[in-house]
């Protein structure tokens, strides 16, 4: 009964910036570790970046200084700030989250958002 909701993708001309957000909602028993992570048509699935449960954040090189994750524990919400847009970041964005719902599991299991378009373009 866990599902994670994204939002705030669209067009955006380079040096754009565009913020998303992932609310996962159900049976949540508690959320570890989140991320996103995105896919260029032809290209595989790549990190972008990832937030523990302590706030401890990771990067991918390519958006390093440009991108900020955050999360919101109240709000079961995991954020994407996109500063300095360039064309290259032009992908599907997909959130994940490992979550422990609240009934049949012991360990936590990776739950992954519906995607949203980001399209940086002129």
């Known amino acids: 009964q866990v599902q994670l909701v994204e939002s705030g993708g669209g067009l955006v001309q380079p040096g754009g910036s565009l913020r998303l957000s992932c609310a996962a909602s159900?049976?949540?028993?508690?959320?570890?570790?989140m991320g996103w992570y995105r896919q260029a048509p032809g290209k595989q699935r790549d990190l972008v970046a990832t937030i523990t449960s302590g706030s401890s954040t990771n990067y991918a090189d390519s958006v390093k200084g440009r991108f900020t994750i955050s999360r919101d524990n109240a709000k079961n919400t995991v954020y994407l700030q996109m500063n300095s847009l360039k064309p290259e970041d032009t992908a599907v964005y997909y959130c994940?989250?490992?979550?422990?719902?609240?009934?049949?599991?012991?360990?936590?299991?990776?739950?992954w958002g519906q995607g949203t378009q980001v399209t940086v373009s002129s």
């Open positions: 159900g049976s949540i028993f508690s959320i570890n570790a």
């Open positions: 994940n989250a490992a979550i422990t719902p609240s009934y049949g599991s012991a360990w936590p299991s990776d739950y």
